[in-house]
């Protein structure tokens, strides 16, 4: 985690500005005003224990507060209260040292790595933050051109600090809901430093937060990293796990399916900004597209969806009313999933759509001499809409038998039916 590394980072550079070597080398510039002075620091340059170190420090900031040490004295106390992990009175110390002196790297770094590790939203330490952030970024150069280490190190620590810096500065952004400079700070952060799952999750919140359509896609591209990014600043597994269930919900919602996400995922992994060729089509043009392909391949089904749709939408009932009750259906192929009576069905439910699903109720004229298999495709024509039901969906006609097609033959030998004889009605005596 980038957090971990800015603690070891602080860490080191606390140790680095009080190890002996250093003391020495500024004690030729600098000195002790007397031996009780000297005394005092060498008492708590030994203290192992923090807590009492820090007192020390304390007694000898009480005694000596114009010391021409005073600075690393701050930077001695910061250091004590980071290995009692008192942040807040980390943040302060820093800020006093920052106020004794502007230019110090010091309280620039930890008032950096503070601001975003505490996490305190108020505004003045937001203002602070920034102003330690970028103060440290303008001068890295600066830093790295007086540091004895080796250039392969040296790149090392100025990425850290500047991955630091940057990151701090868009977390501000975030937090003060300046979602476009947020978006700014981390896109240019990311090309600085791509390895960060934490920092993808950042920028896609701050993308989805400016509620532009034509950016959605941009904030889906982030989060499929955030949530499958392992490595340096990943997000906690349980973090990963529930974010990978957003993703796959926004993604189906946007897209109407889930085909693709794995493509997007495993580009994703391999470029850390969305390119510029890569799309995702929208659930609207997808339905348009495949309604356009079905209306080629299957004109009959795609006049049906059109249909159901205004019946399931929330003017259906006064669409029936106004519209179909009365008319006759245009021509339409099914398949059966049941008929009534079995033997010799008058009465068949199709469906056209939703599978296995009753969407229309024929009732016939005359019933059929034999029964079809459930399954059977049938077409139909002319068939009058008389009721409908929303719950369960259900539009129920009237047809002739002779408007029906593609009913199987009846087996060789069977009877036909008998038509219904009707008993003459005898006139009445006079």
């Known amino acids: 985690m980038v957090l971990k590394q800015m603690q070891k980072l602080a860490a080191s550079l606390a140790i680095m500005t009080l190890s002996g070597s250093l003391f020495v080398a500024v004690a030729q510039e600098k000195k002790v005003k007397d031996q009780a002075e000297y005394d005092i620091f060498m008492a708590a340059s030994k203290e192992t224990d923090p807590a009492k ?67 305190n939203t108020a505004a003045d330490r937001l203002d602070t933050g920034e102003k330690a952030a970028r103060g440290l970024l303008g001068k890295l150069d600066d830093i790295i051109a007086k540091s004895n280490a080796a ?52 920028l896609g919140s701050c993308i989805v937060a400016q509620k532009k359509p034509e950016k959605q896609i941009s904030a889906l591209w982030q989060f499929a990293r955030a949530a499958s990014y392992k490595g340096e600043d990943e997000l906690p597994e349980a973090s990963r796990t529930q974010l990978s269930g957003f993703l796959e919900r926004n993604y189906v919602g946007f897209h109407g399916g889930k085909d693709g996400l794995p493509e997007m995922i495993a580009r994703a992994m391999k470029e850390p900004l969305r390119p510029a060729d890569f799309d995702i089509e929208s ?46 259906l245009p021509k339409l192929k099914g398949k059966i999933i049941a008929m009534k009576p079995e033997a010799r069905p008058k009465e068949i439910d199709i469906f056209i759509a939703a599978e296995n699903t009753s969407e229309i109720r ?64 005898p006139a009445k005596k006079k």
Do not use: H
């Open 283 to 328: 659930a609207s043009a997808r339905a348009a597209r495949e309604y356009n392909e079905l209306l080629q391949s299957n004109p009959q089904k795609a006049l049906w969806l059109n249909v159901r749709k205004e019946l399931v939408g929330p003017g259906g009932a006064d669409y029936f009313e106004s519209t179909l009750k009365g008319s006759a």
């Open 53 to 119: 170190k820090i007192q020390l420090l304390q007694q000898w900031k009480e005694k000596y507060p114009t010391s021409d040490y005073k600075e690393d004295r701050l930077v001695m106390i910061i250091d004590g209260y980071q290995r009692l992990r008192q942040g807040d009175n980390m943040w302060a110390t820093s800020v006093e040292l920052l106020q004794m002196n502007p230019n110090s790297v010091p309280a620039l770094f930890f008032l950096t790595s503070l601001t975003t590790s505490l996490g």
């Open 151 to 202: 250039e392969e190190q040296k790149k090392k620590e100025r990425s850290g600090m500047e991955t630091m810096a940057r990151r701090t500065v868009g977390w501000i952004e975030m937090t003060r809901k300046n979602f476009e400079k947020c978006e700014q700070e981390f896109t240019d952060l990311v090309k600085f430093n791509p390895n960060s799952g934490q920092v993808a999750y950042w």
């Open 362 to 425: 024929l009732i016939v004229d005359a019933a059929f001499a034999n029964k079809a298999e459930v399954g059977t495709e049938i077409e139909f024509e002319g068939a009058v809409a008389k009721t409908f039901t929303s719950d369960p969906f259900l539009l129920t006609c009237e047809i002739e038998k002779a408007k029906i097609t593609g009913w199987p033959a009846p087996p060789k030998g069977a009877v036909a039916p008998r038509p219904a004889v009707r008993k003459a009605i």
